[in-house]
C-alpha cells in the first residue's frame, strides 16, 4: 500500500485555490492566473477527497479569511474558505504545540513570523510544502523540507 502523501499548505497557496482569478484584461497574465488557480485548486480537490493530507497551523485560519475578504470583500467568501480549511485539515497545529520548535527554526532561518510557523509544520509533520511565496521555499529548500512552488509547478 502507497504511503498516504502529507502537505503542509501555505495561506498563498491556498487562496489561489479556492478565489478564481478576477482579472478582467484577456490576456497573458490572467491565462497564468488562470493555470494557477487550476492547479491549485485541483490540489484542494485532492485534500476535500482525502486523498492527501493537509497539516496547517492555526493562524492559517486567520490569515486565509483576511486575504479572501480582502479579494472578494464577501464575509460569507471567507466563511466558507475558512470552514473549508477546518473540515478538511487532518489536523490544525495550535501555535502552543509548536512554539518551541518554531522559535528556533525562526531564529536559525531569519524567516518571516508566518512563514516560521508553516516551515515548523512542515518540519514536525515531515510534509511536503505548498506554497506561492518564493522566500518560503528557498527557505523551506534550504531545511531540506520538500517543497513545492505554484508558479514554478505551472510552468511545468
Do not use: C, W
Not at 118 to 124: C, R, S, Y
Request: aromatic content about 8%; glycine content about 4%.
Amino acid at each position: 500500500m502507497a504511503a498516504v502523501v502529507k502537505y503542509t499548505i501555505d495561506t498563498s497557496f491556498v487562496v489561489k485555490g479556492l478565489v478564481p482569478p478576477r482579472r478582467k484584461k484577456q490576456d497573458e497574465m490572467l491565462a497564468q492566473q488562470q493555470k494557477m488557480y487550476k492547479l491549485a485548486r485541483s490540489y484542494l480537490d485532492k485534500v476535500r477527497n482525502k486523498e492527501v493530507e493537509m497539516y496547517i497551523p492555526a493562524i492559517a485560519l486567520v490569515e486565509t479569511g483576511i486575504v479572501v475578504s480582502r479579494i472578494t470583500n464577501n464575509e460569507e467568501d471567507s466563511q466558507k474558505a475558512i470552514s473549508f480549511l477546518r473540515r478538511d485539515a487532518t489536523y490544525i497545529f495550535y501555535e502552543h504545540e509548536i512554539l518551541e520548535e518554531a522559535i528556533s527554526l525562526g531564529i536559525k532561518t531569519k524567516a518571516s513570523g508566518y512563514d516560521t510557523i508553516f516551515l515548523t509544520v512542515a518540519e514536525v509533520t515531515e510534509s511536503e510544502l505548498l506554497t506561492d511565496d518564493s522566500l518560503q521555499h528557498k527557505i523551506a529548500q534550504s531545511r531540506g523540507i520538500v517543497s513545492h512552488l505554484l508558479k514554478d509547478m505551472v510552468g511545468r
